[in-house]
């Protein structure tokens, strides 16, 4: 009590930049608590939420994953998670590097008003006189609440039909987060490489469970070792999902919701609606080892 008395009185009688300071760093922290805003259309880099500048980390593909048509008819959608990951958003395209937004970058949309909570949609227009290279133009959206995130682009003329990008599969291996995935098939896009998976895992899956797992805001129960071992099993596999798969599926999906008692504020982060039905053999790691031990010891005790 009297350590709480003692607090109290010496904030008090702090100096007014002390107040200022202390003030600053209390806002951060609850700006950083319950923001969260993602790009959702054009696919990008990272599907989470990230402040990262300038691109929510990610990796950018070697070529481009999205197709857009110059001189319109291409749909940005910004989706606000909860709570500061609100604000105004500005796209910029740039045929350089992701470095480059300043320098070399086209603003196609500056301060464009988004929701409190809930997803934008909006068209912007692509000028004829940008050039991208072989791996595409990046596309910067940024929210005024500095959440960032990246997509890759090839500009098209006017009404050329847009083939479905292709996915691959590649072997995973050197994973240090997702080490349950070391040796299986996994689904990425065209463009990243075998040797790209682990620097992708530490600006995915690894970031983003590092991001909620302490953060009541998003997860309430994250102390509880079958929530962690929920999310990071879903962290692993939205970044990383089955061969043949886009995102991850429905039983794993289910299995966080049933293991972490999400806030009831960042539900929408969590959307398990359009996972697919059926998990491929690529993913069902867990359910093979559970009976694999079961198998072995029961093989053991018929061995006594």
């Given at each position: 009590?009297?350590?709480?008395?003692?607090?109290?009185?010496?904030?008090?009688?702090?100096?007014?930049?002390?107040?200022?300071?202390?003030?600053?760093?209390?806002?951060?922290?609850?700006?950083?608590?319950?923001?969260?805003?993602?790009?959702?259309?054009?696919?990008?880099?990272?599907?989470?939420?990230?402040?990262?500048?300038?691109?929510?980390?990610?990796?950018?593909?070697?070529?481009?994953?999205?197709?857009?048509?110059?001189?319109?008819?291409?749909?940005?959608?910004?989706?606000?998670?909860?709570?500061?990951?609100?604000?105004?958003?500005?796209?910029?395209?740039?045929?350089?590097?992701?470095?480059?937004?300043?320098?070399?970058?086209?603003?196609?949309?500056?301060?464009?008003?988004?929701?409190?909570?809930?997803?934008?949609?909006?068209?912007?227009?692509?000028?004829?006189?940008?050039?991208?290279?072989?791996?595409?133009?990046?596309?910067?959206?940024?929210?005024?609440?500095?959440?960032?995130?990246?997509?890759?682009?090839?500009?098209?003329?006017?009404?050329?039909?847009?083939?479905?990008?292709?996915?691959?599969?590649?072997?995973?291996?050197?994973?240090?987060?997702?080490?349950?995935?070391?040796?299986?098939?996994?689904?990425?896009?065209?463009?990243?490489?075998?040797?790209?998976?682990?620097?992708?895992?530490?600006?995915?899956?690894?970031?983003?469970?590092?991001?909620?797992?302490?953060?009541?805001?998003?997860?309430?129960?994250?102390?509880?070792?079958?929530?962690?071992?929920?999310?990071?099993?879903?962290?692993?596999?939205?970044?990383?999902?089955?061969?043949?798969?886009?995102?991850?599926?429905?039983?794993?999906?289910?299995?966080?919701?049933?293991?972490?008692?999400?806030?009831?504020?960042?539900?929408?982060?969590?959307?398990?609606?359009d996972a697919p039905n059926t998990c491929s053999p690529a993913s069902s790691f867990k359910p093979i080892s559970v009976l694999f031990l079961i198998a072995m010891g029961l093989a053991f005790f018929l061995a006594l």
């Amino acid at each position: 009590r009297r350590f709480s008395i003692q607090s109290k009185l010496s904030f008090i009688f702090a100096s007014p930049m002390q107040k200022v300071i202390v003030s600053l760093v209390l806002c951060a922290l609850v700006a950083s608590a319950l923001g969260h805003a993602v790009l959702r259309s054009p696919t990008p880099w990272n599907t989470q939420p990230s402040k990262t500048a300038n691109c929510g980390g990610g990796t950018a593909p070697g070529s481009p994953s999205n197709s857009w048509y110059i001189g319109g008819g291409n749909t940005i959608s910004w989706q606000v998670i909860a709570g500061d990951g609100a604000g105004p958003i500005t796209v910029t395209i740039t045929p350089g590097d992701q470095n480059s937004f300043a320098t070399q970058g086209t603003v196609l949309l500056a301060d464009y008003p988004s929701p409190g909570v809930g997803s934008v949609s909006v068209d912007v227009v692509v000028p004829n006189n940008i050039t991208c290279p072989a791996r595409g133009c990046y596309v910067q959206v940024r929210s005024s609440s500095a959440w960032y995130s990246c997509s890759s682009v090839e500009l098209l003329p006017a009404g050329t039909p847009i083939p479905p990008k292709p996915r691959q599969c590649l072997t995973a291996n050197g994973l240090q987060y997702c080490t349950m995935l070391n040796s299986r098939k996994v689904g990425v896009a065209v463009g990243i490489t075998a040797t790209d998976l682990p620097k992708y895992e530490l600006s995915t899956a690894s970031t983003f469970y590092q991001s909620v797992i302490n953060n009541p805001n998003v997860i309430i129960n994250g102390a509880e070792k079958k929530c962690q071992d929920a999310l990071k099993t879903y962290a692993c596999l939205d970044a990383f999902p089955a061969c043949g798969e886009t995102r991850i599926c429905s039983f794993w999906c289910n299995n966080l919701i049933n293991n972490c008692q999400i806030n009831a504020t960042h539900a929408a982060l969590f959307d398990c609606t359009d996972a697919p039905n059926t998990c491929s053999p690529a993913s069902s790691f867990k359910p093979i080892s559970v009976l694999f031990l079961i198998a072995m010891g029961l093989a053991f005790f018929l061995a006594l």
